[in-house]
Nanobody, 126 residues
């Protein structure tokens, strides 16, 4: 069972930046599909970005492409989300997720994730 702990959320003005971290432990497998998702009250959870740890291949939603960057530090077992040029519509609870995958073919925004963190709140004011 993978344990995921997010941190780095906070309040920032529009145009600002934040970096979220997701510390992972308890890896029983060598390769994972990992991602960041976000959710606001009353709305469905939205996929933000995905990375396959085996190859580093990434996917981004159109709403964050060019502004957000997902990265991984394998030595520290940590996933990052660098968020630049933040907008008020980026305000949400951000969640880290992980799911073991033997191939990157099965790692995309439609992947069913079974391991989730508790979330970290990001608030962007105009």
């Amino acid at each position: 069972q993978v344990q995921l702990v997010e941190s780095g959320g906070g309040s920032v003005q529009a145009g600002g930046s934040l970096r979220l971290s997701c510390a992972a432990s308890g890896y029983p497998y060598s390769r994972y599909c990992m991602g960041w998702f976000r959710q606001t009250p009353g709305k469905q959870r939205e996929g933000v970005t995905i990375i396959y740890t085996g190859s580093g291949k990434t996917y981004y939603s159109d709403s964050v492409k060019g502004r957000f960057t997902i990265s991984q530090d394998n030595a520290e077992n940590t996933l990052y989300l660098q968020m630049n040029s933040l907008k008020p519509e980026d305000t949400a609870m951000y969640y880290c997720a992980a799911e073991p995958r033997s191939s990157g073919i099965y790692c995309n925004m439609r992947t069913s994730f079974g391991n989730w963190g508790q979330g970290t709140q990001v608030t962007v004011s105009s």
